[in-house]
């Protein structure tokens, strides 16, 4: 049975006539074309597949697309300005936060929503909201670097 569901992505009012069955991260990946949101686990476990949902991180994996209806989404491909990055992505990258990036996009959304609310956290806050975002290559320092060198970007203490 199709749905016919509208939402916001990237501040593009988009509608799709879909499957109930069908997971908001698929959804946006081969109806939408948005590859960035990435599928690891399927289980809401890795992280890989986070997304802002109405400004909250949330795990595109575990939802159905149909509950997204009516919603403002944003993916890693809405983070940057054109050409410009977000300061997040240029952190991140300035200090070489990660290395095959395949869980990148879930740890920078969902480090865009902690700065959002807590522009000043501690490395035990950074952690503590970073821990739902498994990576197999590094140790997460190096993340946790990159979040810090946001908070700096961001206050203007840095370029």
């Not at 476990?45 to 989404?73: H, Y």
């Not at 977000?86 to 869980?103: D, G, I, L, N, R």
């Amino acid at each position: 049975m199709s749905h016919s569901i509208t939402f916001t992505i990237n501040g593009e009012s988009t509608t799709l006539d879909i499957e109930a069955r069908r997971s908001l991260a698929d959804v946006i990946r081969e109806d939408i074309g948005l590859t960035g949101t990435h599928l690891g686990c399927e289980h809401g476990v890795c992280g890989a597949c986070t997304i802002l949902l109405g400004g909250q991180p949330a795990r595109a994996c575990l939802m159905l697309a149909v509950q997204a209806d009516g919603a403002t989404i944003i993916t890693i491909e809405g983070l940057s300005d054109g050409d410009k990055m977000h300061p997040v992505q240029k952190a991140m990258h300035e200090a070489m936060s990660f290395q095959c990036a395949f869980c990148a996009p879930g740890f920078l959304m969902s480090t865009v929503a902690l700065l959002e609310e807590n522009p000043n956290p501690t490395p035990d806050e950074i952690r503590e909201e970073l821990s739902g975002n498994l990576c197999r290559c590094t140790g997460y320092q190096s993340i946790v670097d990159g979040v810090e060198t946001a908070v700096r970007i961001i206050r203007g203490d840095e370029s």
